[in-house]
């Protein structure tokens, strides 16, 4: 929404320098995107013929927008390592609604700040993910070794020893 606010705005500063002038409009508009239409972000998830309840979907797809960023700034190994993590908690079958979407929700924070510049980072937020989602990811055996996996690389990116 903000980008169609700037190309209205765009527009309206282009057609108003026009009249200013004098001069005739005759550029090219920029294209203000249509609206998005909003979507279900909860899903219900079904097992073994019973409905378990439900996940958020809206925060694995942040963790998705991020990780491409990612491996548009050449992080490919992390990325791919944090997109198993995600893939791995969101395919448990043991761990409960609620659990996943902690996790999700600490992927999700941890991917925003891995695609953040160093400086601005937030290591006070940072370390209490990682030891949170830790915990949570060793205590469900399907998220384990994907944590295994992510953990020395989001160490690394973060300079946290």
Request: aromatic share 4%; glycine share 10%; no cysteine.
């Amino acid at each position: 929404m903000d980008w169609a606010q700037t190309a209205a705005m765009l527009n309206l500063a282009d057609q108003d320098l026009a009249e200013v002038t004098g001069m005739s409009y005759t550029g090219p508009k920029v294209v203000i995107p249509p609206m998005p239409s909003s979507y279900n972000n909860h899903q219900s998830v079904t097992i073994t013929n019973s409905t378990v309840g439900a996940v958020n979907l809206g925060t694995a797809n942040e963790i998705t927008v991020d990780i491409k960023t990612m491996f548009q700034q050449g992080e490919a190994g992390l990325a791919e390592a944090l997109l198993g993590l995600k893939d791995a908690v969101l395919a448990d079958g043991e761990a409960q609604d609620d659990q996943k979407n902690e996790m999700l929700d600490q992927i999700a924070e941890l991917t925003k700040q891995a695609n953040t510049e160093p400086a601005k980072r937030k290591t006070g937020i940072i370390k209490p993910t990682l030891a949170a989602l830790k915990q949570g990811a060793e205590a469900v055996k399907g998220v384990a070794g994907a944590w295994a996996a992510v953990e020395p690389l989001l160490k690394g990116h973060f300079g946290i020893g």
